[in-house]
């Protein structure tokens, strides 16, 4: 029940296009679903986040859908760019007993193709 | 220093030695979270802690490994008795309180036991 699923393993897009990567989570407890983008050899970074009260929230090239009724968020990232190539961590929280404790997906590898 | 310092970045230890990693967390955060990152997967919940307490360690190895985050000085996380499958990412994250709130990461540290 505390499982996030994240498809696709691996995606390829060429540089203008849109990457699209989804995500499904069981607990409807989850409140909090942030993405983050991660480099090789660094740490994750926060990219964006969404509380589900909206189904959508845009930030500059990012955006999150979010359907709470079929427990599914995705994340579009328009315009793709060769430096967007990274890994992508879908993540849930919520408990309120759990503070900030994440559950990530198990990632996406995003290549932009120049 | 705005940031999650952990450190070192690197680490190196033979089997059977003890590993310490430490984490400092953001200015004004008061939660502490530990995950493991293998190889190639997703980052897995290890530990949650304030100050001088231990929240949640449902996602701790029972033997070998420990954590602290002390009134003064940053978090510890000891892995006692190395052993080869001790070899991972080690991230450290903050956050301000307990509501669901943005969870900061560190950049890591590498540990390899040879």
């Known amino acids: 029940q505390q499982q996030v699923k994240q498809s696709p393993q691996s995606l390829i897009v060429q540089k203008g296009g849109i990457s699209i990567i989804n995500c499904a989570y069981e607990n409807t407890a989850f409140d909090y679903f942030p993405w983050y983008q991660q480099f090789p050899g660094k740490g994750p970074a926060l990219l964006i986040a969404?509380?589900?009260?909206?189904s959508e929230k845009k930030e500059g090239r990012f955006t999150i859908s979010f359907n709470k009724s079929a427990k599914q968020f995705s994340l579009h990232i328009m315009d793709s760019q060769p430096g967007d190539s990274a890994t992508y961590f879908c993540a849930a929280t919520g408990d309120k007993t759990s503070g900030s404790r994440l559950t990530f997906g198990e990632g996406t590898q995003l290549t932009v193709n120049p | 220093n705005a940031g999650v310092m952990q450190n070192p970045r690197h680490l190196v230890r033979r089997r059977g030695q003890e590993a310490r990693l430490r984490c400092s967390p953001m200015?004004?955060?008061?939660?502490v979270y530990w995950y493991r990152q293998l190889p190639e997967e997703g980052l897995k919940f290890m530990v949650y802690?304030?100050?001088?307490?231990?929240?949640?360690e449902s996602g701790m190895p029972k033997e070998r490994f420990s954590a602290e985050f002390p009134k003064e000085g940053p978090s510890i996380l000891r892995i006692q008795q190395v052993v080869r499958g001790d070899s991972a990412a080690y991230f450290c994250?903050?956050?301000?309180?307990?509501?669901?709130?943005?969870?900061?990461f560190g950049q890591g540290t590498r540990l390899t036991v040879v």
């Open positions: 969404i509380r589900p009260d909206v």
């Open positions: 994250a903050s956050s301000r309180g307990l509501s669901s709130t943005e969870a900061f």
């Open positions: 200015k004004g955060h008061s939660h």
């Open positions: 802690l304030q100050k001088e307490n231990i929240i949640d």
